[in-house]
Nanobody, 114 residues
Framework: VQLQASGGGLVQAGGSLRLSCVASGTIFGINSMGWYRQAPGKQRELVADITSGGSTNYADSVKGRFTISRDAAKNTVYLQMNSLKPEDTAVYYC?????????WGRGTLVTVSS
């Protein structure tokens, strides 16, 4: 599984960004995809994920502000991020779980200025 993430950038607090992650290669059997983030000096943490059945899960810190969605036909997962805060600044990584194996894409940097 190869994962290509895009959409990061610099935005002011209160602004919005949308991240995209396209899965390619051996995608049969992917049962969930999600986004994690890692801020400087901190551990990587789950932001949101979505199962193949459409069930979603969010970190408490982003509930009500971020929305994860998927387009199965395009093998793409999106993360719509609204009302961004400086504490959302991090490198965001796309993740796919396939038969209990975790696959990672290269991160995309999101910087939120105050």
């Amino acid at each position: 599984v190869q994962l290509q993430a895009s959409g990061g950038g610099l935005v002011q607090a209160g602004g919005s960004l949308r991240l995209s992650c396209v899965a390619s290669g051996t995608i049969f059997g992917i049962n969930s995809m999600g986004w994690y983030r890692q801020a400087p000096g901190k551990q990587r943490e789950l932001v949101a994920d979505i199962t193949s059945g459409g069930s979603t899960n969010y970190a408490d810190s982003v509930k009500g502000r971020f929305t994860i969605s998927r387009d199965a036909a395009k093998n793409t997962v999106y993360l719509q991020m609204n009302s961004l805060k400086p504490e959302d600044t991090a490198v965001y990584y796309c993740n796919a779980m396939r038969f209990l194996l975790s696959h990672w894409g290269r991160g995309t940097l999101v910087t939120v200025s105050s």
